[in-house]
Nanobody
Framework: QLQLVESGGGLVQSGGSLRLSCAVA????????IGWFRQAPGKEREGVSA????????YYEDSVRGRFTISSDNAKNTVYLQMNSLKPGDTAVYYC???????????????????WGKGTLVTVYS
């Protein structure tokens, strides 16, 4: 079982940066991939990025590639999402999630997520 707690959201001007943190607690963490998802008002939740805690492989959606960077600090059991060059379209509640399925499966099927955090709000204004 995993517990996930997000932090770092806030209000930022277009072009600015934020770093989100996801504190992960539980057992057998190395079996999981941690992903960041977001949900904008009136829209479906979408995958943004993910990192495998055992192999460190990273995944990005096209909309954020080159602007967002995901990383993990295994000593601190924390996954980060560094977000640069933010746009108003990035405004959403950001959730971290833990899963054993592949990133591509959970992204396409919107299923297979084992654990969710409660989310943190990111608001980008122009």
């Amino acid at each position: 079982q995993l517990q996930l707690v997000e932090s770092g959201g806030g209000l930022v001007q277009s072009g600015g940066s934020l770093r989100l943190s996801c504190a992960v607690a539980g057992s057998t963490l190395e079996e999981y991939t941690i992903g960041w998802f977001r949900q904008a008002p009136g829209k479906e939740r979408e995958g943004v990025s993910a990192i495998g805690l055992s192999d460190g492989n990273t995944y990005y959606e096209d909309s954020v590639r080159g602007r967002f960077t995901i990383s993990s600090d295994n000593a601190k059991n924390t996954v980060y999402l560094q977000m640069n060059s933010l746009k108003p379209g990035d405004t959403a509640v950001y959730y971290c999630a833990g899963f054993k399925n592949t990133w591509y499966f959970v992204r396409e099927s919107r299923k297979g997520i084992d654990y969710w955090g409660k989310g943190t709000l990111v608001t980008v204004y122009s």
